[in-house]
């Protein structure tokens, strides 16, 4: 089998303008209680507030628009319990045209809800990965539909660089972008659009400890699974992709490693001071920027992707008065 080809700065180009009718520009906020904490200027670029309230929706929507209008009419597939799956649905709702959604059966009621309100069809399978695999391939047999990967695709990864290159025309003289990292493939992407930058402009990727597979295939050069990940942040869970390991071992992308506490700490810091939603994945590279006070970040102009902010309102307090 050839080597898949791995997506450019050109793609990330192409995929804004695609995607551009369908999906916010999202406003980037700023804190000053949080710069003093950090001791540098921070930026944030609130994908929270993007459609189906995360970054996804641009990744699911460049690959959905991108499709044939023949493969399109057979409709689209994918296998997620997340925000992924919100953003397939969502953008083949607005392309017109079916989506299947594997989802597992321990996958919260919150997020099948939303899943089957944006009008997809919704594939019951037991909760482990290769059972997952194994019902979104059996979908695709019987129904000819495309499947839509949620990080491990070149025009997803493409997708996903736009909240990077949209940040760069709001903010153009950031020195450090971080982004959270899962499967890579909003890291991956927004590496490729701070290409456009040169040198000026460094890249890191942010990482739950206890889900560090990413630093390790990085530091190894061999790609290597996530195992039995522990961490609270579980956008975070999910192994680093294929396309996305090429893309930022190519580039050198260096990645920090975030413990518990300082996800949790970040994450209620941005629910106080900025008085921002967001879930635990995006506290990842917040509290990198807050509480990694290495030289590259003291004083300098700080980006942070907050990927968004889908969070369970029926574990908190008032979740019981709502009947939720």
Known sequence: ???????????????????APHVHRTPVMRSRALDAIAGASL????????????FKMRGATN????LSDADASRGVATHSSGNHAQAVALAAKLRGIDAHVVMPENAPAVKRAAVAGYGARIVTCV????????????????????????????????????????????EPELEVLITPLGGGGLLSGTTLAASSQGSALRVLGAEPAGADDAHRSLTSGVRQPCLNPETVADGLRTSLG?????ILREHEVEVRLVEEDAIVDAMRLVWERVKLV??????????TAIFDHGAELRGARVGIVLSGGNVDLGALLFGSRLGT
């Not at 930026?43 to 995360?54: D, H, M, P, S």
């Open 63 to 66: 690959a959905i628009f991108s």
């Open 278 to 287: 967001i879930e635990p994945s995006s506290a990842v590279p917040v509290a």
């Open 43 to 54: 930026y944030f670029k609130c994908e929270n507030l993007q459609r189906v309230g995360a």
């Open 242 to 246: 294929e396309l996305p390991f090429r």
């Open 127 to 170: 909760s482990t990965l290769a059972a997952r695999e194994q019902t979104l391939a059996e979908v695709v047999e019987a129904t000819g539909a495309t499947a839509i990967h949620p990080y491990d695709d070149a025009l997803v990864i493409a997708g996903q660089g736009t909240a990077a290159l949209e940040f760069l025309e709001q």
């Open 1 to 19: 089998m050839s080597e898949r080809l791995l997506p450019t700065l050109a793609d990330v180009r192409t995929a804004a303008r695609r995607i």
